[in-house]
Every structure is written in structure tokens, then in C-alpha cells.
């Protein structure tokens, strides 16, 4: 029988003591783990901010904490967007990042030349972010023009770009430094016909961008589940790091493992994969793409992760295809991939988009992971490691308790009055519950299966511990529709 612990056991006088403890009764049902998103980027050089962790809850307040129109601005304004079309709820830290020590800053230009034949409005667009208008009234002189162009731009606080009128031209700056800001598409957008040109010089010159190893220091704890690298596919040295801390966070002590994404806008397979095939085994970093798009590489991802993110807090086991990434400007239709090149890149560790009525639309979703030995990559799909994390999260609510913790261990076969003893039959009993449950909300398949692998028994050199298998299958995902249709013709005949 049971002994009541509201009363201590060696008490005499006569008292009634009640107790009172939650109990949880879901009775093995699965709690999805809650997705958070980390947003690992720099802040606008000329502002100052600390560079501790900081969770926001609007692209308000990124701007004003880390300067408009930086990566960290431009970024959250993506998966915050003031329409409340983003991530909703679930919870967006900032893991700042301060320009390197000798980093610098790319630089651009734009010369106007020719004399207006009439008046005409034009804007001038960076990075995917677009100015304010500005009129060029016919037979306007450069410096008029230089002078409009310019208030246009530093008018528009999102621009990740500042201008200095020059007279003869326009002249820009990024707003951080890096080699991650000499990736921003330059262009004048407005009449053709006006008699006026403009000659661009690309953002160039931006050198050294930040180690990452900072930020992802202050994790901590924290089960950051999917996170934003707002620098780009090119920063080898990032995505070192990211990966070796990402397989840190697998380990059976930490158990927290996270997907990292990058964007990228380069519009050749051959580009993206250059870099994604020579990391055949990192199971952490993932790129998200949109060929030809003038858009930042940061905005690209941030915008996919909006829908990814969203879609992995409320509904795990779904793969992400088809999610329209509304907002981002497409890449021009020959900058698109074919299905033999989205085969071709998901193969090599890329991602895939494809545009739909002029919206950017998510494809497959895979981390870099594709070894040469192993023709279905075990860690390939997004998909997965999100269902994988399910699975963590709720062996740990089970076992990670002070239910467990510390509790009597004894044989299965032997009689017990102390309620918090344990035996092994009482683990395989709660890991056969929870396949039960993962397999009604889809993350596993085959749960009779699973179940009859599950072995639990005590150590035999240690008699505080307690070994526990088993092996389950995670579920598929609709990714591929064969059909084959076969036809004839109708030939009428008699009744």
C-alpha cells in the first residue's frame, strides 16, 4: 500500500496534513515542442547597441535597437511584418553581431548622364528595397538630378544603403561592413524614353565579415530550434562554425539540435551547389533560395522562414512545398530552375523554389546533408530533424523529471509498496505510450513495430542506471506524385 507524504512519516501528534501536487494526466499524449526562431546578424554601423542576446516583437523595434535598413532590421521585418503575416507568437530572439575589427563597408555609385526630354518619375531600388520617388523635370542639369536621387534614398529608412550627393554622381555605402554587403543588386527604376541614363557601379569592397561564434555562445540553454544566419552562403568560416556548434547541440546531454539557414539569390544551380556539395555531411545548415532575385540574401531567407517556421510550430510532420514566400521580388523567368535543376540541387544540398503567378513558392526544404554512401540522406530533409525534435522534446518531459530522477530502481519482478519506485517495464511502458501518441499526430510511422523494439533493463555494472532501445520509423512526406493515366476511345454500339 501506498504511504501518504503530506505528513511526515515520523510524525505522533494528531493533525490532518493535505497535499497538494499537480499530476500531469495527459496519460502519454505528445506536446509539440514550441518552435523558436534566432536571428544571428549586424546591426547599422553607426548605431550603437549591446551585443547580448535581445528578444523583439516588431520590426519597430529591430529598427530602432539596431538601425533601419540593417541585416537585423531587414530580417525580422520579414518574419514580423507589421500585416501580422509572419511568425506570429512564436518567439524571435536577436543574437547581434558588431562589424569585425577591420571589416569594411562596400561601396557604389550611380552617374546620371544624358538631358531629360521630358518629366519623369523614377526610383531607385537596393538590395530589393525601393525609394521614395523623385522627379527629373525635362532638361534637368546632373546636379539636379544627384541631388533628387539622393534625398530619395536617405529618405527611405529601410535602405540598407547611405547616400552622399556628389554632384556628378550618387555615391553609396552599406550600412554594415562585410563582404556580406557587396551583395546587393543596384537599379534605377523608371521611364526609358526620357532621354536620361544611368551608369551603376556595383556594390564592391566590402571585406570581413564577423565570427558568428559570439552569438551562438549565448545559447545557453535555450532550445533556439531554428535559426537565421543573416550573413551568406559564400562565408565558409560561418558555416564552420554553425556547424560544429549545430552537432554540439545533438549530443545526448544537450539534446537541443537546430537547422541554421542562409539565403542566397544566385540564379545558377552550378553557383549554389559549388558551395553545398563540398559539405556533404553537415546536417545543420540549409540554404533557402530565389534565383535572380534582387532581394538581400537575409530577406530571402527570413521571408521562407516565416512560412517554414509557422508551419513546424503548428503542424510538425508537414513538409513545407507550396508555402507561398509572398514579398520577395522572383528572379526573371529564365533565371528560374527546371525540374532537372531542382533535382539536380536537392541532390547536391540545396533548396528549391519555384514562382507561381509571379509569388516566390517554397519547394524542398534540405540542410547540406547528402553523403555519397547513403542514397536516402538519413538528415536531408527540414522535415525530419523538425520531427526528430518532437521526439527529443517529449522523451525529455518524460524522463527528465523529478519523477524519474533519482527514483527507487528495482527488477520487474519485484513487489513494491513505494510509489516511487521504478522498474524497467515502467519505461518501456511510458516510451510505448508516447510511440502511440507520435504515431497519431504522424511523426512516426508504424508504431506496433516500434513498440516491440523498445528493451529497458538495469546496467549490469551500474545498479543506478537504467538502459533503455528502441527504434522507430519517422513518417514520409508527399513530396512526389506518380500517376499513371491510360485512356482509349468510346466506340458506340447496340444496346
Given at each position: 500500500?501506498?504511504?501518504?507524504?503530506?505528513?511526515?512519516?515520523?510524525?505522533?501528534?494528531?493533525?490532518?496534513?493535505?497535499?497538494?501536487?499537480?499530476?500531469?494526466?495527459?496519460?502519454?499524449?505528445?506536446?509539440?515542442?514550441?518552435?523558436?526562431?534566432?536571428?544571428?546578424?549586424?546591426?547599422?554601423?553607426?548605431?550603437?547597441?549591446?551585443?547580448?542576446?535581445?528578444?523583439?516583437?516588431?520590426?519597430?523595434?529591430?529598427?530602432?535597437?539596431?538601425?533601419?535598413?540593417?541585416?537585423?532590421?531587414?530580417?525580422?521585418?520579414?518574419?514580423?511584418?507589421?500585416?501580422?503575416?509572419?511568425?506570429?507568437?512564436?518567439?524571435?530572439?536577436?543574437?547581434?553581431?558588431?562589424?569585425?575589427?577591420?571589416?569594411?563597408?562596400?561601396?557604389?555609385?550611380?552617374?546620371?548622364?544624358?538631358?531629360?526630354?521630358?518629366?519623369?518619375?523614377?526610383?531607385?531600388?537596393?538590395?530589393?528595397?525601393?525609394?521614395?520617388?523623385?522627379?527629373?523635370?525635362?532638361?534637368?542639369?546632373?546636379?539636379?538630378?544627384?541631388?533628387?536621387?539622393?534625398?530619395?534614398?536617405?529618405?527611405?529608412?529601410?535602405?540598407?544603403?547611405?547616400?552622399?550627393?556628389?554632384?556628378?554622381?550618387?555615391?553609396?555605402?552599406?550600412?554594415?561592413?562585410?563582404?556580406?554587403?557587396?551583395?546587393?543588386?543596384?537599379?534605377?527604376?523608371?521611364?526609358?524614353?526620357?532621354?536620361?541614363?544611368?551608369?551603376?557601379?556595383?556594390?564592391?569592397?566590402?571585406?570581413?565579415?564577423?565570427?558568428?561564434?559570439?552569438?551562438?555562445?549565448?545559447?545557453?540553454?535555450?532550445?533556439?530550434?531554428?535559426?537565421?544566419?543573416?550573413?551568406?552562403?559564400?562565408?565558409a568560416d560561418a558555416l564552420d562554425t554553425i556547424s560544429t556548434f549545430g552537432e554540439g547541440r545533438w549530443g545526448p546531454l544537450?539534446?537541443?539540435?537546430?537547422?541554421?539557414?542562409?539565403?542566397?539569390?544566385?540564379?545558377?544551380?552550378?553557383?549554389?551547389?559549388?558551395?553545398?556539395?563540398?559539405?556533404?555531411?553537415?546536417?545543420?545548415?540549409?540554404?533557402?533560395?530565389?534565383?535572380?532575385?534582387?532581394?538581400?540574401?537575409?530577406?530571402?531567407?527570413?521571408?521562407?522562414?516565416?512560412?517554414?517556421?509557422?508551419?513546424?510550430?503548428?503542424?510538425?510532420?508537414?513538409?513545407?512545398?507550396?508555402?507561398?514566400?509572398?514579398?520577395?521580388?522572383?528572379?526573371?523567368?529564365?533565371?528560374?530552375?527546371?525540374?532537372?535543376?531542382?533535382?539536380?540541387?536537392?541532390?547536391?544540398?540545396?533548396?528549391?523554389?519555384?514562382?507561381?503567378?509571379?509569388?516566390?513558392?517554397?519547394?524542398?526544404?534540405?540542410?547540406?546533408?547528402?553523403?555519397?554512401?547513403?542514397?536516402?540522406?538519413?538528415?536531408?530533409?527540414?522535415?525530419?530533424?523538425?520531427?526528430?525534435?518532437?521526439?527529443?522534446?517529449?522523451?525529455?518531459?518524460?524522463?527528465?523529471?523529478?519523477?524519474?530522477?533519482?527514483?527507487?530502481?528495482?527488477?520487474?519482478?519485484?513487489?513494491?509498496?513505494?510509489?516511487?519506485?521504478?522498474?524497467?517495464?515502467?519505461?518501456?511502458?511510458?516510451?510505448?505510450?508516447?510511440?502511440?501518441?507520435?504515431?497519431?499526430?504522424?511523426?512516426?510511422?508504424?508504431?506496433?513495430?516500434?513498440?516491440?523494439?523498445?528493451?529497458?533493463?538495469?546496467?549490469?555494472?551500474?545498479?543506478?542506471?537504467?538502459?533503455?532501445?528502441?527504434?522507430?520509423?519517422?513518417?514520409?512526406?508527399?513530396?512526389?506524385?506518380?500517376?499513371?493515366?491510360?485512356?482509349?476511345?468510346y466506340f458506340g454500339g447496340a444496346n
Open positions: 500500500m501506498a504511504i501518504s507524504t503530506a505528513v511526515d512519516v515520523s510524525a505522533v501528534a494528531r493533525v490532518v496534513g493535505i497535499k497538494t501536487d499537480f499530476k500531469d494526466l495527459r496519460g502519454g499524449a505528445t506536446v509539440a515542442l514550441p518552435q523558436r526562431i534566432a536571428v544571428i546578424g549586424q546591426g547599422s554601423t553607426a548605431v550603437t547597441y549591446s551585443n547580448d542576446k535581445r528578444t523583439v516583437t516588431s520590426a519597430v523595434e529591430a529598427g530602432q535597437l539596431y538601425g533601419t535598413g540593417s541585416p537585423v532590421h531587414l530580417a525580422v521585418q520579414q518574419l514580423l511584418p507589421t500585416n501580422g503575416d509572419g511568425v506570429g507568437t512564436i518567439p524571435v530572439t536577436v543574437y547581434p553581431l558588431s562589424d569585425a575589427g577591420s571589416g569594411v563597408a562596400s561601396t557604389s555609385d550611380i552617374t546620371p548622364g544624358g538631358t531629360p526630354t521630358e518629366s519623369a518619375a523614377y526610383t531607385v531600388r537596393v538590395g530589393g528595397v525601393e525609394s521614395a520617388a523623385f522627379v527629373i523635370a525635362k532638361d534637368a542639369v546632373v546636379a539636379d538630378i544627384t541631388a533628387a536621387m539622393t534625398v530619395a534614398i536617405n529618405s527611405t529608412l529601410d535602405m540598407p544603403v547611405i547616400a552622399t550627393d556628389s554632384t556628378t554622381k550618387v555615391d553609396m555605402v552599406a550600412k554594415w561592413a562585410g563582404t556580406s554587403s557587396n551583395a546587393m543588386l543596384v537599379e534605377v527604376i523608371g521611364s526609358v524614353t526620357a532621354g536620361v541614363s544611368f551608369a551603376i557601379t556595383a556594390p564592391n569592397g566590402g571585406l570581413i565579415n564577423p565570427d558568428v561564434q559570439p552569438a551562438l555562445d549565448q545559447f545557453g540553454g535555450v532550445w533556439e530550434s531554428m535559426v537565421l544566419n543573416c550573413l551568406e552562403l559564400g562565408d544537450t539534446r537541443k539540435p537546430f537547422v541554421s539557414f542562409v539565403g542566397s539569390e544566385i540564379k545558377s544551380v552550378a553557383g549554389v551547389t559549388a558551395i553545398t556539395d563540398l559539405r556533404k555531411t553537415d546536417r545543420t545548415n540549409s540554404v533557402l533560395i530565389a534565383p535572380g532575385s534582387p532581394n538581400m540574401a537575409h530577406v530571402i531567407a527570413a521571408r521562407q522562414l516565416a512560412r517554414i517556421a509557422l508551419l513546424a510550430n503548428n503542424n510538425a510532420p508537414h513538409d513545407y512545398g507550396s508555402q507561398p514566400a509572398d514579398g520577395l521580388i522572383p528572379g526573371d523567368d529564365s533565371d528560374q530552375w527546371s525540374y532537372i535543376e531542382r533535382d539536380q540541387a536537392i541532390k547536391a544540398g540545396s533548396s528549391s523554389t519555384e514562382v507561381r503567378d509571379g509569388v516566390v513558392t517554397i519547394g524542398d526544404v534540405v540542410t547540406f546533408y547528402h553523403p555519397d554512401s547513403d542514397p536516402i540522406p538519413s538528415y536531408r530533409y527540414v522535415v525530419d530533424i523538425v520531427k526528430l525534435q518532437q521526439v527529443i522534446f517529449n522523451l525529455n518531459l518524460i524522463f527528465a523529471t523529478t519523477d524519474w530522477d533519482g527514483a527507487p530502481l528495482i527488477p520487474d519482478n519485484q513487489p513494491t509498496t513505494n510509489r516511487s519506485a521504478k522498474q524497467p517495464k515502467a519505461a518501456v511502458a511510458a516510451i510505448a505510450s508516447l510511440i502511440d501518441n507520435l504515431g497519431l499526430e504522424a511523426v512516426l510511422s508504424d508504431p506496433v513495430t516500434a513498440k516491440s523494439t523498445i528493451q529497458a533493463e538495469i546496467n549490469s555494472q551500474n545498479p543506478k542506471r537504467l538502459d533503455i532501445t528502441f527504434t522507430a520509423a519517422v513518417s514520409g512526406n508527399v513530396n512526389i506524385l506518380s500517376i499513371d493515366f491510360n485512356f482509349g476511345f
